[in-house]
C-alpha cells in the first residue's frame, strides 16, 4: 500500500505551501478575519498540540521531532504491510504521515511549528492549527471509524 505515498506527499507540499506564504504574507500574532469565527492568525508552537509543553526551555524541540521520526517510521512500516483491500486505513495512515513529516520540517527548521487556522466564538479560541495538524486529526478519524466496520483495516489481523 505504497502507492499510497502521494497523499502524504500531496498533504506536505499544501501544509508547507501554506505555512510559507503565512510566514512571508503576515506579522507574527497578525490577524485576518475570514469569515464569522474563522481568523487566518499567524502563530508559533513551540511545544506539542495544544501548545503542551511550549514553555519546557527548547529541549522539547528535539524530544518531539525524535518522536515524530520514530513514529514517521512505524507508520510508513505499517502501511506498507497492509493489504490492498485495506484502503481506508491506507489513506488514514497517509494522511498522518504528510502531516507528522510537515510538523517535523517546521520543527527541526525553525524550533516551532507555524500555525495559522484560528477558529473561535465570542472570546474562546481553539489553538491555532495547520494543514498538517487538520491532516493528523482526520487521518486519526478515519482509523477509529475503520475500526468500526465488520471487518476492521488492521496489519495486526491474520490472514
Known amino acids: 500500500m505504497l502507492k499510497w505515498l502521494w497523499l502524504s506527499l500531496l498533504v506536505l507540499v499544501l501544509d508547507q505551501a501554506s505555512k510559507l506564504l503565512v510566514d512571508a504574507s503576515l506579522q507574527l500574532y497578525e490577524a485576518i478575519p475570514l469569515m464569522p469565527s474563522f481568523n487566518l492568525t499567524y502563530a508559533r508552537n513551540t511545544g506539542a498540540a495544544f501548545s503542551f509543553l511550549s514553555d519546557a526551555g527548547g529541549w522539547q524541540r528535539w524530544l ?21 483491500h485495506e ?17 517535523l520540517i517546521d520543527r527541526v527548521a525553525y524550533g516551532y511549528v507555524i500555525d495559522f487556522l484560528d477558529i473561535y466564538y465570542q472570546d474562546w479560541h481553539w489553538p491555532a492549527f495547520n494543514i498538517a495538524d487538520s491532516a493528523i486529526c482526520i487521518g486519526v478519524a478515519i482509523m477509529l471509524l475503520d ?3 465488520a471487518e476492521p483495516s488492521s496489519p495486526f489481523k491474520k490472514s
Open 64 to 84: 518531539f521531532a525524535g518522536l515524530a521520526v520514530l513514529m514517521s517510521g512505524f507508520i510508513a512500516g505499517w502501511l506498507k504491510k497492509l493489504g490492498d
Open 87 to 103: 484502503t481506508w486505513m491506507a489513506a488514514a495512515l497517509s494522511m498522518v504521515l504528510g502531516g507528522a513529516i510537515g510538523n
Open 147 to 149: 475500526s468500526f466496520r
